[in-house]
């Protein structure tokens, strides 16, 4: 005879609670055999609410117009290829979060024994149901971690969004900085070609000499040298950005142009005034904040997994001859060799790493800004004494110009006088490049406003997405 507890509605209820148990479904998720590359920027949409960074959420995109810098960094960080993978890595995070907070399952065991022969009247069974007490008192302390973890996570991911605006602004800083470099290359070379002809025609007249022809002609050739060099760097800038942006390589992108305040900088003096909060501002330093958080609560989790493992649970038994019984069942472990005291000394040491790898980081960050403000005025003076060398060395041309058109001066010594405004200019060019480059560092070293409701961890209650 089937004891009672085993009737066909007593396996129902169990089979009824295991397959709630077990709710989730299966469906294959396939990988992709093409590119997710855009041919352009036709179609593409943005969502400023989305963005990493306040400017960036005030701002739009409109894909039938130049972009400007703003928007070109808006399309990087909705588009970016590995910036989509570590999206996709968060989503891990937030899985683990959910999983902190579950409690393991109890242990239900069946013994039945079928009566076979001897003077016994009935078949025996045994049923015991069993519960691991160690994860309740662990639970809080783990969804703690679980919590500062997922935190960590999401500012690890603020901070690859912060990189991917600044590589986009660097990117776009570089190809201005060609085209007006490019232009004023051109213009040169049009100016040696044209006297490069002069001189070659006037030469086969017999009314130059050979050394005026030859200085024009290496005067051109240099130009075009730089010209080629130059086309180069900007081909290979322009296919950064469109990887960048998810685009493929000759995608085409139109850019407008840089105005004054499109890299706006906070004044020295407040950014300086500003450094002591500079742990507070970094995603990457609150990032490393938070894991040291959740190191703290595995130590905690250590020291309290130095206690014995301890089990509860009951038994419902009856013998062949009918005698029923019900007991209390504790299982607990002996700390006779190992009190878990590896893991802690484990733990422990893994904490003082990471507290060691924050200060380094902190230290770093904040001489990353004081050296770049150092850079920043270094390059703003180079600067400006540049355009005052450029300045005079447009007199002087000028007047080379006129002295050498009523033929006073030589070819050879007007050439030199226009290389050495050539490099002069281009000079500048670089210097004012290196400026603006140094700004969009010092506008991600300094930091920002960080939202404060990152890292919130799912309700363990609540039913993740299978």
């Known amino acids: 005879m089937i004891p009672r507890i085993l009737t066909s509605r ?12 077990g709710c989730a479904s299966y469906s294959p998720a396939p990988l992709a055999d093409a590119p997710d590359l855009a041919q352009g920027l036709a179609g593409i949409t943005v969502d400023p609410a989305a963005m990493p960074l306040p400017a960036l959420r005030r701002h739009t995109v409109d894909p039938a117009r130049p972009l400007d810098i703003d928007a070109v960094a808006m399309v990087a960080v909705a588009r970016n290829p590995e910036l989509k993978a570590a999206r ?34 009935m078949d025996a069974f045994t049923i015991g149901l069993m519960q691991d007490v160690m994860p309740f008192l662990t639970r809080s302390s783990r969804k703690d971690a679980a919590a500062a973890t997922l935190r960590g996570a999401e ?30 290359l051109e213009a040169n070379r049009a100016l040696f070609a044209d006297r490069y002809r002069r001189t070659s025609t006037a030469m086969g007249r017999g009314d130059e000499t050979l050394p005026n022809v030859v200085s ?26 469109n990887a960048l942006l998810g685009l493929t390589p000759a995608a085409p992108l139109a850019l407008a142009p840089l105005t004054a305040g499109d890299l706006p900088l906070p004044p020295i003096d407040r950014i300086r ?20 958080q959740a190191q703290e609560q595995a130590v905690w989790q250590a020291v309290l997994g130095q206690f014995p493992a301890l089990s509860i649970g009951s038994n419902r038994a009856r013998d062949t001859s009918n005698v029923k019984t019900q007991s209390l069942a504790l299982s607990i472990s002996l700390p006779l060799f190992d009190g878990n005291q590896g893991a802690i000394a484990v733990q422990r040491a893994t904490r003082e790493q990471l507290r060691q790898d924050y200060q380094a980081r902190l230290d770093a960050a ?38 050498f058109r009523a033929g006073s001066l030589e070819e050879r010594t007007f050439a030199d006088l226009q290389g050495a405004l050539l490099s002069r200019r281009l000079e500048a060019l670089k210097l004012d490049q290196a400026v603006q480059e140094q700004r969009v560092d010092l506008m991600t070293l300094i930091g920002g406003d960080v939202p404060e409701n990152l890292g919130t961890a799912p309700n363990a209650t609540e039913k993740a997405t299978p």
Not at 221 to 239: F, K, P, S, Y
Request: hydrophobic share 50%; charged share 20%; aromatic share 4%.
């Open 273 to 292: 005034a500003d450094l002591p909060q500079l742990a507070g501002r970094r995603p990457d330093l609150l990032a490393l904040k938070a894991g040291y």
């Open 10 to 21: 007593g396996l129902g209820g169990l089979l009824a609670l295991s397959c709630l148990a």
């Open 216 to 241: 024009d002609l290496a005067a051109l050739n240099g130009v075009e040298t730089q010209l080629h060099d130059l086309e180069q760097q900007a081909l290979r800038n322009r296919m950064d950005l």
């Open 88 to 121: 996709a890595q968060h989503g891990v995070a937030v899985a683990e979060a959910f999983t902190a907070g579950l409690l393991p399952n109890p242990q239900l065991s069946v013994d039945y024994g079928f009566l076979t022969s001897g003077p016994a009247v």
């Open 366 to 403: 904040v001489a990353g800004v004081g050296q770049g403000l150092l850079a920043l005025d270094q390059l703003e003076a180079q600067a400006r004494a540049t355009a005052d060398s450029i300045a005079t060395l447009e007199r002087a041309a000028a007047d080379a110009d006129a002295a």
């Open 155 to 184: 500012l690890d991911l603020l901070w690859q969004e912060w990189q991917v605006v600044s590589q986009a602004r660097l990117l776009v800083v570089r190809a201005q900085a060609f085209e007006r470099q490019r232009a004023v």
